[in-house]
């Protein structure tokens, strides 16, 4: 090709935003020629590699936009360490079609085993079938909802959290909830109910909800909402940061870890 009709290609592949095909042509256009093929095989090749480009691009703008405060995925799960945890459940929900039939999730379970972890691949994997997600904490989520409540943007942040395929809440539980805030949490529960997937974790069984929530009434609307089409993950077992750390010889003893009742059968903790 002359210089010529190559700068107006390059300038209009940049204009209809193929910038693998730009990448890619004449390296291609070079290797079909070599290996004899037509002129189709050799679109055909270039538009599969903008199409695997476009995709990968795609799901990392969603693993951006969904603000994991790290990435990690179920590969690196050691399901041996929690032999409590249903492996196969994990695995099938890693498939995300509760996602799609706007199902929940709700991780219980002490700290240190896991639920974060197994929350952020879930969410990772729900980014990587095209499904928006969003992670947050539930101390962020009430402190974000009431400082928008404050400055008259509330309705704006409800949509935003109401937009996503997924909203991941972590750490539901540590800190109990003033009243404006276990309503505002309600609020955003109800109006996400049979709209979009929520996945809360939290150290406390669902039965002290009442106390995390301040109310019982306010924490039997909630969870009437989230178990309604819900799946519970028990997390039982010992603190998987002290076993690491008991193993490489820093702790000697084993530390007391709680571990919270079972929650019973899926869907009907
Ligand atoms: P939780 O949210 O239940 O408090 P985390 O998910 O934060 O626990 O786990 C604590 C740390 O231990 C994290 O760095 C996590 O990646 C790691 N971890 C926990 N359980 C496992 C496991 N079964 N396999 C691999 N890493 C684990
Ligand atoms: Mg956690």
Redesign the pocket.
């Known amino acids: 090709m002359t210089q010529a009709p190559q700068i107006l290609l390059d300038h209009r592949l940049k204009s209809l935003r193929l910038p693998t095909v730009l990448r890619e042509y004449g390296k291609l256009a070079r290797q079909c020629a070599t290996e004899g093929q037509d002129h189709v095989q050799f679109l055909a090749r270039l538009v599969e590699l903008e199409m695997i480009d476009r995709e990968r691009r795609m799901i990392e703008r969603r693993i951006k936009a969904a603000k994991f405060p ?1 990435v ?1 995925s179920l590969e ?7 032999p409590a ?1 249903n492996k196969m459940q994990v695995l099938e929900l890693a498939r995300c079609e509760w996602v799609e039939r706007r199902e929940n999730v709700i ?1 219980l ?12 691949g879930l969410g990772l994997s729900a980014c990587q079938k095209g499904l928006s997600v969003g992670f947050v904490t539930a101390a962020a989520l009430v402190h974000e909802l009431m400082e928008a409540r404050d400055e008259r943007r509330l309705l704006r942040l409800q949509k935003q959290m109401v937009g996503y395929k997924l909203l991941i809440i ?2 539901l539980g540590y800190l109990p909830l003033e009243p404006d805030a276990a309503h505002l949490f309600f609020q955003l529960i109800s109006r996400r109910y049979e709209r979009g997937s929520v996945l809360i ?1 939290s ?1 406390r069984p669902v039965m002290e909800w009442g106390e995390v929530f301040g109310d019982q009434v306010v924490a039997t609307a909630i969870l009437d909402r989230l178990l309604h089409h819900s799946h519970v993950l028990t ?1 039982r077992g010992d ?3 002290l076993r ?1 750390k008991r193993r490489s010889g820093l702790i000697k003893t084993s530390s007391a870890v709680s571990t919270i009742p079972a929650t019973g059968k899926e869907g009907s903790p």
Request: proline share 3%; glycine share 10%; net charge neutral.
């Open positions: 790290a990690k690196s799960f050691d399901f041996k360490a929690i945890l991780a379970g002490p700290s240190g085993t896991g639920k974060t972890h197994i929350a952020l972590d750490e974790t150290n997390v603190s998987y940061r690491e």
